[in-house]
């Protein structure tokens, strides 16, 4: 199995400022939901996405989840190599599990197993 990418995200202090220039840009559709995260329709087939809101404890910018069968196998794989571990495997309503490793340069790198 081939290691897609399945997910991104894009992380601000102020979320909204970042939607409406998304939405202007592109003609997105940002959900309204008054939540921390908030997923965003592009209009077109392709991998699903979001805003989420940051408290200054994550940095913003941009994160893109990487799909593996064994996340908990992958992070250890990851520290391996030198990453550390900047969310441990946890459970996701939608019945996926993320983890989010910063890797040797310091990239933000998510991964998702998904059932």
Do not use: C, N
């Not at 990418?5 to 894009?10: D, G, L, Q, T």
């Not at 939901?33 to 592009?42: G, N, S």
């Amino acid at each position: 199995m081939g290691k897609p990418v399945v997910h991104w995200e894009i992380t601000a202090r102020d979320p909204r400022r970042l939607e409406s220039f998304y939405r202007q840009m592109f003609d997105w559709h940002v959900d309204e939901t008054p939540i921390a995260y908030r997923r965003v329709d592009t209009g077109a087939d392709g991998i699903t996405g979001g805003f989420a809101e940051t408290d200054g404890s994550w940095p913003s910018g941009a994160l893109f989840y990487v799909q593996v069968d064994d996340l908990r196998s992958y992070v250890d794989k990851a520290e391996r190599l030198g990453a550390s571990t900047l969310l441990p495997p946890t459970d996701m309503p939608d019945a996926s599990r993320i983890a989010i490793i910063r890797d040797p340069e310091g990239v933000r790198v998510g991964l998702m197993e998904r059932q």
